[in-house]
């Protein structure tokens, strides 16, 4: 008794699905994209003008987050469709793994929600002057300098340690 489907049947649950797993794909594709349109308002050069911006720009990147995650769990459906298609046409394909093609979009989509909310949480923080830096700024220079040092000697290029010096300077100046 073959418990393996006919390749008949594969085809036309293939056929069955295509054009479903087709739409979702380009919805999901369409969502990445709107996402990234939604949250170019929030730019900046720098981190402060960054964070500035965030908070002024909070609902976007909320908006955001949530079309890219929906975009990231609609993923799932292509996955789940190439995984199946592949598992027909090879006995190496162990259908265990089937678990980790569904979790894996889930758990982007899921990081960009978190996403969304430690950016607002920390933009927040840093307009109302909550935030507070983990180092000292002798610790910082001294940091900084380090890593000037190390991108000179690899690099050896001027723009690369000016470029270095000049962020070192930017980082431990007080607010």
């Known amino acids: 008794m073959d ?38 308002s929030v730019s900046g050069d720098g981190e402060a003008e960054i964070l500035r911006a965030a908070d002024a720009h909070r ?9 890219q995650a929906v975009g990231l769990a609609l993923l799932v459906l292509p996955l789940v469709f190439l995984f199946r298609a592949a598992q027909a046409r090879s006995e190496r394909v162990r259908p265990q793994l089937i678990g980790l ?29 909550k935030a507070s830096a983990d180092l000292s700024v002798k610790e910082a220079t001294r940091d900084c300098v380090s890593a000037a040092a190390s991108a000179s000697s690899i690099m050896r290029a001027s723009a690369s340690s000016s470029s270095t010096t ?4 930017l980082r431990t100046k007080a607010p």
């Not at 000049?166 to 300077?169: E, M």
């Open 3 to 40: 418990l393996q489907p006919s390749r008949e049947a594969i085809l036309e649950r293939e056929r069955r699905w295509a054009i479903p797993v087709a739409l979702a794909t380009f919805a999901a594709l369409a969502m990445l994209i709107v996402s990234t349109i939604v949250v170019s």
């Open 101 to 129: 093609v569904v979790a894996a979009p889930l758990f982007l989509a899921g990081g960009a929600l978190c996403n969304a909310i430690a950016t607002n949480e920390a933009a927040n923080d840093f307009v109302d002057g």
């Open 59 to 67: 609902s976007d990147i909320v908006l955001s987050s949530i079309l």
């Open 166 to 169: 000049r962020i070192c300077r």
